[in-house]
């Protein structure tokens, strides 16, 4: 019986020891003086100990920055409410200092782009170039209006649509690239987010990127340059792909095989389907990876997954913003939020507090920084309201219901 016993309490603390802290909905005993929002909370008998969370008063904020990760949550702490927020959504107009194309938000002249060619003003809160179709332009877009790009020339000219034929990116209208599907005659400017997985296409040899940047470790997905003249060829479905024989290929993104993203606990490890074999013909056969999950402020002990860019999740809402955004009447090199594609835009700027604009920022903050996701899969209301606040930007009541 004894020795039942010892096995039995053995058993059960190995498996605590891979579980995860439970952070959930519950009132707390609040001392005079200071409002709590979080406080460790026994639990009833048999269920383990959990952070109880409850929302501050209206106009106070969970004062939660020392908890940046269920890691740092010491045994009996909590957290007290607080005047400050932490809050760092819409973005700053700092970087916009002489940044701001035509059709961009601004608040006075020196936010505008300005040259010899272009004498740019502010005007009702938007960028005004001074160039009209036709004028000099010193090989920069820059200094033309939107909808129109500087050609061989030097002279602005009207930005090429869909099924064009040219000959550089930049020659295409915003969201389309000019590529040359293999097999088909021309380069002609092409809808981003259109071509399916295995198609083989080239750019023009000056457009390629030299050093596509990684949006993550072993991805497939490239960025360009921020304020980079070069715009990313994002035209495959997955908006993803690989070089192969010569060609970009679009691939599927790297995936976890499992669409929930939650394992039992942190000694499992998560599948991730990569789509990185060489040969053309391999394009959809995955290898298989492992990568660790790590706890949430999550409503169950249930370890999270590293969200994948291929995920399910993370393209409806990169698909969802990137592609909206993408269509609106910007610049075609306007600023980006903050990756590409106009935060600047005054398009963009009307509609920055929304669930559009706040799904871009998601996408690129859920799958650059691991923790970050972990953090937020599986919150519940009050603690997206309290301890991961910051990380849903004030937004989780459009994006949790
Ligand atoms: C924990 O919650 C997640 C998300 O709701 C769910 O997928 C998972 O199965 C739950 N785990 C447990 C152990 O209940």
Known sequence: MKIITIF????????????????????????????????????EQNEPDFFGVERCSPDQFCQAQKWESPEDVLPDTSLSCGDTSTRNFPPSLESMNGQALDGDHCEQDSHCFKTEDNAATCEAGVCRASTKPGDLCSGNSRNCPKGY????????????????????HRECARNHACIKVKGEQDFVCTEYGTLSNGVLFTEHSEDSFKNP???LK???ISIPDAVGEMQGPFVCKSLAMMRVDGYHQCRSNQRNVDQTYMVDSLDQSCKVQIFARDGAENYDKPI?????PRCGFNKNTSAVCPLQPGDNYAMDLFYDSFMSIGRMDCHRLSNSIPFENGRNCKEVWNVRDSQLVFKLLRFYQI?????????????EKCVAQTITYNLWNGMEDGLLD
């Open 218 to 220: 072993n991805t497939l």
């Open 149 to 168: 790009f500087c050609n061989i020339d030097n002279i602005c000219a009207e930005s090429l649509l869909k099924g064009a034929i040219c000959t550089r």
């Open 367 to 379: 799958t650059l920084f691991h923790h970050m996701w972990a953090n937020t899969a599986a919150n």
């Open 288 to 292: 298989i990876i492992e990568t660790t």
């Open 8 to 43: 039995a309490l053995l058993l059960a603390f190995s498996y605590a020891e891979g579980e995860c802290q439970v952070f959930k909905c519950h009132s707390i005993e609040q001392q005079d003086g200071i409002q709590l929002c979080a406080q460790q909370t026994e639990g």
């Open 213 to 215: 940047k990684s949006l």
